[in-house]
Nanobody
Framework: QVQLAESGGGLVQAGGSLRLSCAASGRTFGRYAMGWFRQAAGKEREFVAAISRSGGNTDYAVSVKGRFTVSRDIAKNTVYLQMNTLKPEATAVYYC???????????????????WGQGTQVTISS
């Protein structure tokens, strides 16, 4: 089973950018669809972005579409979330997740995922 470790979180001013990384262990990274979710204090975890196992399909939450980009580097066993034009409401802990699948699909719902990282804090100051 793959293990995940997020990095790249931090404090940035509104309008700025951050790139989150999620490094996966193991040799079967290409068998996993990957997702990014976030959870703000006092709120439920919500979907941010997802990418299929080969990277050919992606999906985004409406609130981030056009500003966030999910990508993956299979050779590096890493998935990225490039976040631009950040808003204070993006402040949250960001989690990456992995789902073992045979399908070329980007899963947008949390219950689909088998494995989760520990999360990385993103704070946007106004």
């Amino acid at each position: 089973q793959v293990q995940l470790a997020e990095s790249g979180g931090g404090l940035v001013q509104a309008g700025g950018s951050l790139r989150l990384s999620c490094a996966a262990s193991g040799r079967t990274f290409g068998r996993y669809a990957m997702g990014w979710f976030r959870q703000a204090a006092g709120k439920e975890r919500e979907f941010v972005a997802a990418i299929s196992r080969s990277g050919g399909n992606t999906d985004y939450a409406v609130s981030v579409k056009g500003r966030f980009t999910v990508s993956r580097d299979i050779a590096k066993n890493t998935v990225y979330l490039q976040m631009n034009t950040l808003k204070p409401e993006a402040t949250a802990v960001y989690y990456c997740a992995a789902k073992s699948t045979s399908y070329e699909y980007a899963y947008a719902y949390a219950r689909a995922y088998d494995t989760w990282g520990q999360g990385t804090q993103v704070t946007i100051s106004s």
